[in-house]
C-alpha cells in the first residue's frame, strides 16, 4: 500500500487552520450582512456548456471535468467544476429570475476549482466571497462596495489600499491618442508598467501597431501622479473630446463624492481610495468600475477585485441586466493575516475543561457533571479511557485545554474534584457549584 | 442560446434555503463543539486511488471522476470527488499522524458527491455532518455520541428514535444458529424484515443457503420484543455460547448504562434509544456498536447513521486504529423540519430598515445615516435609485425588510425621516437619535 496523498494544488485544513478561516469568512459574511447581502449557494458542478467560452481560451483549459464511473472513457463529459462564483451566479439569476426582486444583492462563499499550474499561494481549490449587485445602474452600490472593502479590513485589522479604475476612461483615452481599437493593448501594455517599466510598455505598445505619435499622447497619462482630483483634472482635460471618456470622469468623481459624503471622514493611513490607471483587470467583461486591493504591508498579488459589468447574463439569453460586484480572496487574506500575526487569539473554539477520571465511578460522575456543564452551554470533555493521570493531562495539554478537572477516590469521597490550571500548574479543590461558577467566569 | 441549467440531481440554494441549511448545520456543529470535537477539512476532490475500492463494486460505479481539460480524452482520470468524509477522514489520520493526539475527536460539515438515479430525497450533491472519536476502543466515546444525537434534535424540535444495535451480537446469532459464516447474509434478510415481512424473510434465508434448523431458531430473534433489557436478556440466552456475542450483549449493556448514568433521566417522547437487532447497516466495516435515528413524525429514511469501525485506517497502512462516529444528513433533515414546520422564524438573517430617499440631496443623507446605524451593527439598506416611492417600498416588501425610512424635501427639512411600519402601514416622523434607538430596541 502507497502512503495516501491529496491531489497536487489541494489542502488539507486541521482545527486551528479551519477556524482561522471561518474567521475570514465570518467577518466578510457579518459586513456582507450589514448592508444586506443575501446568501446563496450554487452547485459544485455546473453544466459544461455554461462555463465552456466564459473564461477565454485560457480559461477553458483550466476547466476541470467530470465524468461519472459509469460514462465510458472517451464520451465527453458534459459536466464541469465551476471555476468562480460569477457565471453560475448569471445562470442563476436566468434560471430564478421569475422568484427574484430587482436590485438583487446577493453574496456567496463557497469553494472554486481550477486547473492552473500550483504554485506558492495558487492552489486548484480556494475560496471565493463574493457579494454583488445586480439590476441597478446606480453607483451608489460602487460607493457600498468601497464602504464593504474598508469595513472588512478594518475588522481585519489589515492595512490596504484600494485602486479604482473605470473602463470607460481607459476608452477616452484610447480615442484621445487616435487609436480606439486598441484600447486592449494599450490597457495590457498599461498593465506592465509596475513590472517592466515605461520603456519596455513603450516599445510594447509600437509592436502592439501603436503609433509613435499616439505612444507620445499616451506620455501623460503613464506618467500621472498627485491626488485622485489632480489625476482626474488631467485626464478630463485630454479626454475632452470623448463622450465616453468624459461620462467615466463623471462616474468615478460621483462615486468618490458619495463614498465621502458617507463616510465623513479623510482616507487614513490603514485605508485609501486611490485612481489607478494602470489597473486594467477583467476588461473582457467590466463596463465602467473596476476595482483592485492590495495590502499595504505584505508582498502579495491583489486579495479583493471586482468592478461593473453591464451585461453578464447576456450569455444565457437575459440581455441588459447591469451588475457590479466585488470578490474577496480568501486564501491570500489568510496569508496576509498569517504573515502579520493579525489572528485573534481567540479564533479557534477550544474546550474549556477536560475531566480526568481514574476509575470506573469516578468515570461515571465526570460523565454526569460533564453533562451537566454542557447544558449550562460550557465546552466540556472526559478523557474516554481510564488512563494514566500523565498521560490523560499531556492531552489537555496537546489540544491546549485551559482547566483539567481531575476525580480520583479522595475527590469521590469529598464530592469534589482537583481543578488544575494546565498553564500555572495550580490546583484547588472544588464542588460542583464552584466549578460551574468557575467554568462560567473564566469563558 | 439554450436556457440554461444545472446538472440532474444538484441543487441551488436561494437566500431562505441557505439560511435554513445554515440553521441546521450551526445546530449540529454546536452540538459537537460542546464535546470538543475539532472541525477539519479536507479537499472536494481525492486521488482515485483513495476512493476505489473503499465503497464496494456499487460505491465504485457512483463515484465522479475528474479530468483537467488539458488532460486527453481517453486518458484515465486519477482523481474523484469525495464520496463521503469518511474515507477522506481515515486518509486525513494517516498523513497527519504525527501532528494528531489521540484520541482524536474531529468533525466535519462538508458536500459529498455520488453518482446515484436522483430521485425525490436523493441528491448528487449532499452534505454531511460528520463527528468521530480515533484512536480510543472506550464506550464512553458511544455514550456520548447517543447524548450527543439526543442534544441536536432536542434543539432542533424533531422527535427522534434511536436504534442501536452490535455487530458483535449479530456475530454470537449466527454462531448460535450454526451459521457462523453467513452473518451478512442473515442480517441482509433481517434488513428486510419491515419491508417484506416475516415469511419472504424467511424463504430468503433458505435460498441463502441457511438450513431449516437454523431459520427455526433464528426464530425468537426475529419476534424480539419488550423492552431493551428484555431483548437482552433474551438474546443472552440464546447466545451464551458465543464468546462474541457475549462481548456484544455487555458492550450494549455497557453504553445503555453510561448514558443512563449521564444523562439522569428516562427517555421520552421526544427520545428514545431502542436495541434493534434488524438494523445491520454498514456491516462491510462497523466491528461494534451500530447506530440509525429516524424521525418519529415523518416517514423518511434513515437521518443520522454511525457506528464503531476498528480497522479504518488499515486501508491505508495504519493498523489498529479503532473509532466510532456518526454521521447527521443535513438534507432529510431539512425535509424533516420543513414538513413539520420547525424552523424558526428567525433563522433568516434579514436587513431591519430600508431606506428611500427621494432625491440627491436625500440619498447623500440616507447613506451618511445608514453608515452611521451599520456603525452600531444595525444591518440596513438603502434603495440604490430615485424610484418612485411605491417601487422603493415594494424592494422592502418583497424581501421582509420591516420598516423603511422614507426621506423626502420635508424631511431634509425637518431633519427626520418617516419611519413606516412595513406591515401595519404606521408612519411617524423621527430624528436620527430617535431612529438609532428605535432600531436597536425592534432588532
Redesign the interface.
Known amino acids: 500500500?502507497?502512503?495516501?496523498?491529496?491531489?497536487k494544488g489541494?489542502?488539507?485544513?486541521?482545527?486551528e487552520e479551519?477556524?482561522r478561516?471561518?474567521y475570514i469568512f465570518n467577518t466578510i459574511q457579518s459586513v456582507f450582512?450589514?448592508?444586506?447581502f443575501?446568501?446563496?449557494?450554487?452547485?459544485?458542478?455546473?453544466?459544461m456548456?455554461?462555463l465552456m467560452g466564459k473564461y477565454g481560451e485560457e480559461g477553458?483549459?483550466?476547466?476541470?471535468?467530470?465524468?461519472?464511473?459509469?460514462e465510458k472513457?472517451?464520451e465527453?463529459?458534459?459536466?464541469?467544476?465551476r471555476y468562480d462564483l460569477t457565471v453560475p451566479f448569471a445562470?442563476?439569476i436566468?434560471?430564478?429570475r421569475q422568484?427574484l426582486?430587482f436590485?438583487f444583492?446577493?453574496f456567496q462563499i463557497q469553494?472554486v476549482?481550477r486547473?492552473d499550474r500550483p504554485q506558492k499561494g495558487r492552489y486548484r481549490?480556494f475560496y471565493q466571497c463574493d457579494a454583488d449587485?445586480i439590476g441597478?445602474q446606480?453607483l451608489?452600490?460602487e460607493?457600498?462596495l468601497i464602504?464593504i472593502v474598508k469595513?472588512v479590513y478594518r475588522r481585519l485589522g489589515l492595512r490596504v489600499v484600494m485602486k479604482i479604475n473605470n473602463r470607460k476612461i481607459l476608452a477616452g483615452i484610447a480615442e484621445y491618442i487616435g487609436a480606439p481599437d486598441k484600447m486592449t493593448d494599450i490597457t495590457v501594455a498599461i498593465d506592465k508598467l509596475d513590472k517592466t517599466g515605461l520603456e519596455k510598455v513603450n516599445e510594447e505598445l509600437m509592436e502592439r501597431g501603436l503609433s509613435a505619435e499616439s505612444v507620445a499622447r499616451l506620455q501623460p497619462i503613464l506618467a500621472l501622479s498627485g491626488t485622485n482630483e489632480e489625476k482626474l483634472q488631467t485626464i478630463e482635460n485630454l479626454t475632452r473630446e470623448s463622450e465616453t471618456g468624459k461620462k467615466g470622469v463623471e462616474e468615478i468623481r460621483t462615486v468618490f463624492g458619495?463614498y465621502n459624503?458617507?463616510?465623513?471622514e479623510a482616507d487614513n493611513d490603514s485605508f485609501s481610495v486611490e485612481l489607478d490607471l494602470t489597473l486594467a483587470r477583467g476588461l473582457n467583461y467590466y463596463t465602467g468600475a473596476i476595482f483592485e486591493v492590495k495590502a499595504k504591508d505584505v508582498q502579495i498579488g491583489s486579495i479583493t477585485g471586482g468592478g461593473r459589468y453591464d451585461n453578464l447574463t447576456g450569455?444565457?439569453?437575459l440581455p441588459d441586466v447591469s451588475g457590479v460586484g466585488i470578490s474577496f480572496g480568501a486564501d491570500r487574506i489568510y496569508d496576509c493575516l498569517s504573515t502579520l500575526d493579525l489572528f485573534p487569539s481567540e479564533s479557534a473554539?477550544q474546550?474549556q475543561l477536560?475531566f480526568a477520571a481514574m476509575g470506573e465511578d469516578e468515570?461515571?460522575r465526570a460523565?454526569?457533571w460533564?453533562?451537566k456543564l454542557?447544558n449550562a452551554?460550557?465546552?466540556?470533555?472526559?478523557?474516554?479511557?481510564l488512563a494514566k493521570m500523565k498521560k490523560q493531562l499531556?492531552?489537555a495539554d496537546?489540544?491546549h485545554?485551559p482547566y483539567a478537572a481531575i476525580i480520583g477516590s479522595d475527590e469521590m469521597t469529598s464530592q469534589t474534584v482537583t481543578l488544575k490550571n494546565m498553564v500555572t500548574g495550580e490546583q484547588r479543590a472544588m464542588s460542583y457549584d464552584e466549578l460551574a461558577t468557575f467554568i462560567k467566569k473564566n469563558e
Chains 1, 2 share one sequence.
Open positions: 500500500m502507497n502512503k495516501p496523498s491529496i491531489p489541494t489542502r488539507d485544513f486541521g482545527h479551519t477556524s478561516r471561518n450582512r450589514l448592508y444586506g443575501q446568501q446563496i449557494e450554487t452547485p459544485a458542478m455546473e453544466q456548456s455554461t477553458d483549459k483550466l476547466l476541470f471535468r467530470i465524468q461519472n464511473s459509469g472513457a472517451g465527453m463529459p458534459e459536466k464541469g467544476l445562470r442563476y436566468v434560471m430564478h422568484e426582486t436590485p444583492k446577493r469553494p476549482w486547473a481549490e449587485v441597478t446606480s451608489v452600490s460607493s457600498e464602504e469595513e458619495l459624503t458617507t463616510t465623513r450569455i444565457f439569453g473554539v474546550t477536560l468515570m461515571r460523565l454526569s460533564a453533562n454542557r452551554g460550557n465546552r466540556v470533555e472526559v478523557y474516554p479511557d499531556g492531552y496537546a489540544n485545554i
